[in-house]
């Protein structure tokens, strides 16, 4: 069992980073085999095909791994993934049936399944998961990133296509997924009858958490879908490029807490709010370390970096870039506070706060767009992060306090 808890924080943690970067291998291979505009066609369909992933994943894991008392079974948790992966795709239909531009279209189509196929392997890792086996999972997640991008990478210089060249990588994502999770699955997975009653129990107890997912990607890609149909494709590609580094932030904020959260569920339980809180200071005291080392690389070697890893000169946004990391630490801090209320059970105000911070961006974003470009949508980003950021911080202090003064 100590042998797999090793082999599963290695490989889970190698699995989900790389799965985490897929997308910015994607934009570099695009903007120097395809060009800028093409690079922007990208940026837009794979943040949407985000959103709807949401739809597919539908928070089931989450329930799959705690449903301790089995009040599912394996087959009936199958079937719900299955059901909300139709959902996605028919979804994504949808939407790209009135797309007129037919590489945007397609872009948008085959990118969405390959996130579907993610989604869908997200409760066969929950078979394993629960078997102690999510080095398998991670192994997964490694194969499919790895060769994903590697096979788009040759199909791209081979064809300089992009639609073909993501039709074979999502093929090839199928079939790791029929017979590399399917076989393992099969050995973790026990087939019982299907309850209808308890597969559509999953969509009511599964809500919260899938509208507070939903509206968590919305908010981060809120600029992106705003400047489709306001500015141009070459428009969407350097916003991506400058927006990307805040993911490495939101990154480092998971690595840090991570380890903590055990611990720090020991100290609810104990009721020692005093040692919660003092690793709440820890993770913000990294957290903030971090960001400014982030911020002093940004801003003496970022632009150059980019430029050259790109093929594109974004040299006058450099105060984007900027702006951009001050915004993924406000963010970052939103969510240590968010995974904080999570374990003390506090989650409905939590789906006020998504609300009020996707309205903003929504209400926001065409009008600075509009009025400053680019430099519109990084300031939608950074004023929503901020904005989210007071909201969950006044939150978790009025929370704690409440609980302390509820101890004495």
């Not at 081979?158 to 050995?187: E, P």
């Amino acid at each position: 069992m100590e042998n797999n808890l090793k082999k599963n924080i290695y490989w889970n943690t190698i699995g989900v980073t790389l799965n985490s970067f897929t997308s910015l291998f994607f934009l570099i291979i695009i903007n120097r085999i395809n060009g800028i505009n093409v690079g922007g066609i990208f940026s837009f369909a794979f943040s949407l095909a985000c959103l709807f992933f949401i739809i597919g994943i539908y928070a089931t894991r989450t329930y799959q791994i705690s449903d301790v008392e089995k009040k599912l079974n394996d087959s009936e948790y199958l079937l719900n993934k299955t059901m909300t992966c139709i959902l996605m795709l028919v979804i994504c239909l949808g939407y790209a049936f009135f797309e007129n531009n037919p590489l945007k279209k397609y872009t948008i189509i085959l990118f969405t399944i390959f996130k579907l196929i993610e989604a869908f392997s997200d409760t066969l890792y929950g078979y394993m998961q629960k078997e102690e086996k999510l080095y398998l999972a991670g192994i997964s997640l490694t194969l499919k990133s790895t060769l994903s991008v590697f096979t788009f990478l040759i199909m791209d210089l081979i064809t300089k296509n992009i639609v073909i060249s993501a039709v074979v990588m999502v093929i090839l994502c199928l079939i790791i997924t029929l017979f590399f999770d399917g076989y393992h699955t099969r050995k973790c997975m026990h087939k019982e009858k299907i309850r209808w009653k308890n597969v559509f129990s999953l969509f009511v107890d599964g809500f919260p958490i899938f509208i507070i997912s939903f509206l968590a990607v919305y908010i981060v890609n809120a600029s992106k879908y705003s400047m489709n149909g306001i500015l141009n494709d070459a428009s969407q590609t350097i916003y991506g490029i400058i927006i990307m580094p805040a993911t490495f932030i939101n990154l480092c904020g998971q690595y840090i807490m991570n380890p903590l959260m055990n611990d720090m569920v020991d100290c609810l339980r104990k009721i020692d709010y005093k040692a919660f809180k003092k690793k709440v200071f820890v993770i913000l005291k990294l957290l903030f370390v971090f960001f400014v080392l982030a911020e002093m690389a940004a801003y003496l070697l970022g632009i150059p970096v980019l430029n050259i890893v790109y093929a594109v000169d974004i040299s006058k946004y450099k105060n984007d870039l900027l702006l951009i990391l001050c915004g993924g630490f406000f963010y970052s801090v939103a969510i240590v506070f968010q995974n904080c209320l999570i374990i003390m059970h506090k989650n409905k105000f939590q789906i006020v706060i998504y609300v009020i911070s996707s309205l903003f961006a929504l209400l926001t974003s065409k009008f600075l767009i509009l009025s400053f470009g680019i430099h519109g949508a990084v300031y939608v980003y950074f004023y929503t992060m901020l904005l989210h950021c007071i909201m969950y911080t006044v939150y978790f202090w009025l929370t704690m306090h409440y609980l302390e003064k509820k101890k004495l």
